[in-house]
């Protein structure tokens, strides 16, 4: 594994913050096998490189259901993220402050890495959207009782109409990707340069204007009222 870029080690000083910081005794073992020389330190990042490539591929195939991407280029993909992963913990060495585990903070990036990857790849080779298809699916994906499909035309309408004169911008073109489209979230995250959260809150403000407008005119029923 690449020895970390200039500063990425600990410094004395911050040895000296963190240890006024008790950290716990994982962790600082880590940073100390880490910050050392010759065979400790290789033994570490050996050891820690494995545990990441361990967390990425059971994070691929966690996501295996959302990407395009699989078999052995899904495995190639955990490899590479836990990889650069490896690369960034090394060089940031010196950002971590203790308020979580080492591990828990080194796992993150090797998500984030997962994330990244898997969006890239995504837009490679996008699938052709069908955009009337994709709407007719949309009672399912608000979780509309089958029995009541029938109503769909009418669902469909007022989501439509949502959509165009309730949404803001931003929300319209992310609704869109994700719910109509079924863009993975991974990569609309690498398209739009925003991280998963923000997407999540996007999605969650659409999604309540949408149920408003449904529960409004009848389609849906308000929260501990039965319809009749």
């Known amino acids: 594994m690449s020895a970390p870029a200039p500063g990425g080690s600990l410094s004395g000083v911050e040895r000296a913050r963190l240890t006024a910081k008790d950290l716990d005794a994982e962790s600082g073992s880590w940073l100390r096998r880490l910050g050392a020389g010759g065979g400790e330190r290789q033994a570490a990042e050996r050891e820690l490189h494995a545990r990441l490539v361990r967390i990425a591929l059971s994070e691929v195939r966690r996501r295996s259901a959302s990407t395009p991407v699989a078999g ?7 490899h590479q993220a836990a990889h650069d992963a490896m690369l960034a913990i090394l060089a940031k060495l010196g950002d971590f402050r203790g308020e979580s585990r080492f591990t828990t903070w080194a796992y993150r990036f090797v998500i984030l ?11 490679r080779n996008p699938p052709a959207v069908l955009d009337a298809g994709q709407w007719e699916r949309l009672p399912d994906r608000f979780g509309i009782d089958p029995a009541r499909h029938a109503e769909s035309a009418g669902i469909l309408a007022e989501v439509r109409r949502v959509v165009d004169e309730e949404l803001t911008a931003h929300q319209r073109r ?23 959260n923000a997407i999540y809150k ?10 408003r407008a449904l529960v409004a005119n009848g389609y849906l029923d308000e929260p501990g009222r039965e319809r009749r």
């Open 113 to 123: 890495e997962v994330s990244a990857k898997l969006g890239r790849h995504y837009w």
């Open 202 to 211: 996007v999605i969650f403000d659409a999604r309540r204007k949408i149920r």
């Open 72 to 78: 052995q280029e899904l495995d190639d993909v955990a």
């Open 174 to 196: 992310v609704f869109m990707a994700i719910v109509v489209d079924e863009i993975p979230l991974d990569a609309l995250a690498v398209r739009l340069g925003l991280q998963r």
